[in-house]
């Protein structure tokens, strides 16, 4: 039980590191996948800080990458922020598309080539994509199939829930897997019940890591099955 979390919270957070010494340009450093990735943060933007439920994101993917076969995996990550998941997920031989909103892209792409250029079976590519807007003209359905979406954080006190919700819906196949972190916050509760009921209704969830120290649930969740069984 509790005492199971703080270790894991512990060995989590110890993936952290920052810079020795200061520079002119702020950055954080993670140890993930053996190596040190380097990402800088742009502070005027919401988007742009590591938050601790991508380390979790990390952490699972790291220790889990076998199970989860995530070698030459088509996967795309939804609200990248910095990058570091989908750096993450590229080291570890998938092919991401990492996306977030058009002012973070270049913070993004500056991350992602970065720390992944000449050590990634797969090139990672870095697109805009706004929730719920032109889903179909960026990511043909006919043509997007992922194995995965990862999403660290994307459920907090902002007003496009229900695009966000489109977007899962649109990207999410009969086969896609979601691996999404969960950060719960005291304030946002209303928030985060309504999209959960929503979310609900559309896919099946587990929780397959509860760490209450740092009030965050990783989920693995699935597109409910639609057909009903014939009679025959």
Known sequence: GHSKDEWMVSKILERRFFPAYLTSVAWEGFNFVGHEIKIVESTDLFGATVWPSALVLCYF??????????????????????????????LLGAQVIATDLED????????????????????????????????????????????????????????????????????????????????????????QNTFFHNFQKEFDMEVIYDLPSLGIKLYKARRRCTFTKSHG
Not at 65 to 90: P, W
Not at 145 to 171: G, M, Q, R, S, W
Request: charged share 25%.
């Open 61 to 90: 993917l790291e220790k889990h990458a076998k199970q989860l076969g995530l070698e030459d995996k088509r996967i795309i990550e939804i609200g990248s922020g910095t990058g570091l998941v989908s750096v993450v997920a590229s």
């Open 104 to 191: 973070l892209i270049g913070n993004l792409q500056y991350n992602v080539v970065r720390n992944t250029k000449l050590k990634c079976k797969h090139v990672p590519q870095v697109k805009e994509l706004t929730w719920g807007s032109n889903l179909e003209e960026k990511f043909p359905k006919s043509s997007s199939h992922f194995e995965y979406i990862l999403a660290a954080d994307v459920v907090y006190n902002h007003p496009y829930l229900n695009e966000l919700l489109k977007t899962f819906d649109h990207l999410c196949q009969e086969k896609t897997i979601i691996l999404w972190a969960m950060r719960f916050r005291k304030e946002n509760t209303l928030i």
